[in-house]
């Protein structure tokens, strides 16, 4: 039985049915994990792993039937797992150790998963390239020399490259569609609330989700099924029944609203993507979707409202970070001013520092009104409209990147240029609906695009019923 061809799905079958060990399964990946460490996918393989996995074997022995019983999960540095470090890739958090789980590294050691290593990422999830963590760049997974996408570039590349058959990333403008689709696996970001964020280091509260990185549409929505669900300590949870995502995926999509903005097909003009998303439309309406052109009048301001919003809340939540209690202490420090100034001068890196002091700009006395507080009403003023547009379609279909991974260096010196990267991908954060990317098409270097698909709250299972039958049907489209 070939371990690398199997999906989390059959892998799972077959420990469970005691055809694979969980041991043999995690030795398989961990060397895997040491074979293409050049990639710099991870930043630490947990060394108790195998110990885990053998007691593990002895659980399923005994008659443990966890959905994950035995199989090897990568978790995004952000994400806390008692008794190992969390450094979310800066300096100023590299030697801290979680005290306790996250929600979601419970429910998956509740289900039997094997924790095996933690995955590099940009520094407090700040950045669309991973080429902002303090631990080096990771490298695409298909071409070392282009970026593998960001802030979960570890985890994306990771999935792809085989190191594990599912991985962990957060999204809070597209941190997980984006690297998915540079790197030619599945991602979604759920609904806001559908996975609970306790245990997950913050960057900007109101906007970000966890969310499943996988090589198909099927382990996706199986891995979502065992991360959704209410927290007691996560009052931005949402505390509503988890499906079977699974029995939403029905083979078909005749007779489905396919909505397609208008405001989309302006920006595609001229860009890499615009071919294969076109044919994309064209898939579905041949395999009898109904394709409806809608609105959302606004979409064009959803960048700027993001990079209002997501900072402000930033700078609040990175405030703890002084120095005093929760990061490294400066060793140049000779009084409480200095530590708080040196100690931030030091652990903070040059992206993190940007979005801070853009924070504390629109927040600050006299542009707070301006800026701000426009951009929160404008933020409400998107959900109407896209309420409205969800009332004429089913789901909305869109690329989730202008083109395929850009080479490692191109962008660094222009922080807007960056910034655009997320242009296809932030509405879904600011409309705190679910989106999910897959592979679709093929750039001009034979690098795989992505195509996204968005469905109004809490149906993340019509979009894995959309995704999969692209997947299976798409030919060539939806091949990497």
């Given at each position: ?77 952000n994400i806390l797992y008692k008794g190992k470090k969390a450094s979310c890739s800066s300096r100023f958090l590299e030697n801290y150790v979680a005290q306790y789980n996250s ?107 966890v969310g499943p990185i996988t090589k198909n549409v099927k382990d996706n929505a199986y891995m979502l099924s065992v991360l959704a669900g209410g927290s007691i300590h996560d ?75 997501a900072p402000a809340e930033a700078t609040s939540n990175l405030g703890r970070f002084d120095g005093v209690k929760y990061s490294r202490r400066s060793a140049e420090a000779k ?146």
């Amino acid at each position: 039985m070939d371990i690398g061809k199997l999906s989390l799905i059959e892998l799972a079958k077959a420990i469970s049915e005691q055809k694979l060990t969980s041991y043999e399964v995690t030795k398989y990946y961990i060397e895997r994990c040491q074979e293409k460490s050049d990639l710099n996918a991870l930043l630490e393989i947990f060394d108790d792993s195998l110990d885990r996995a053998s007691e593990m074997d002895e659980k399923i022995k005994g008659g443990f039937k966890g959905k994950l019983a035995g199989v090897p999960v990568i978790i995004k540095d952000n994400i806390l797992y008692k008794g190992k470090k969390a450094s979310c890739s800066s300096r100023f958090l590299e030697n801290y150790v979680a005290q306790y789980n996250s929600t979601v590294v419970q429910k998956m050691l509740d289900e039997g998963a094997i924790i095996i290593a933690r995955a590099n990422m940009d520094e407090f999830a700040m950045g669309s390239s991973t080429e902002n963590s303090a631990y080096g760049v990771t490298k695409n997974a298909l071409d070392p020399s282009r970026v593998p996408g960001g802030s979960s570039g570890g985890s994306a590349c990771a999935v792809a490259a085989g190191l594990a058959p599912v991985a962990l990333g957060t999204d809070t403008g597209g941190s997980i569609r984006q690297p998915c689709s540079y790197n030619g696996v599945v991602g979604i970001k759920p609904t806001y609330g559908r996975v609970s964020r306790y245990g997950v280091v913050a960057f900007a509260s109101s906007i970000e989700q966890v969310g499943p990185i996988t090589k198909n549409v099927k382990d996706n929505a199986y891995m979502l099924s065992v991360l959704a669900g209410g927290s007691i300590h996560d009052e931005t949870s949402l505390k509503v029944e988890v499906p079977d995502y699974l029995s939403y995926i029905k083979g078909d999509i005749k007779g489905l609203k396919v909505g397609v903005l208008k405001e989309i097909e302006e920006a595609v003009k001229g860009l890499e993507v615009e071919k294969s998303y076109k044919e994309a439309v064209k898939f579905l309406k041949d395999n009898g979707a109904e394709i409806v052109e809608v609105s959302i009048p606004d979409f064009k301001l959803t960048l700027p409202c993001y990079y209002i919003i997501a900072p402000a809340e930033a700078t609040s939540n990175l405030g703890r970070f002084d120095g005093v209690k929760y990061s490294r202490r400066s060793a140049e420090a000779k009084d409480v001013d200095e530590i708080y100034v040196k100690s931030r001068s030091e652990g903070f890196g040059k992206e993190v520092k940007r979005r801070i002091m853009l924070g504390n700009f629109v927040l600050s006395s006299g542009y707070f009104d301006a800026y701000y507080n426009k951009a929160k009403k404008l933020q409400q003023k998107l959900i109407a409209e896209s309420k409205k547009a969800f009332e004429n379609c089913d789901v909305l279909v869109l690329p989730t990147t202008a083109g395929e991974a850009f080479k490692i260096g191109a962008k660094g010196g222009d922080p807007v240029e960056m910034y655009k990267e997320d242009l296809f991908t932030i509405m879904a954060n600011i409309l705190g609906t679910p989106a999910l990317s897959l592979p679709f098409g093929k750039g001009e270097s034979g690098l795989p695009l992505g195509l996204q698909i968005v469905a109004d709250r809490l149906n993340e299972g019509l979009i894995y019923n959309v995704a999969d039958f692209i997947e299976n049907n798409g030919g060539d489209y939806a091949r990497v």
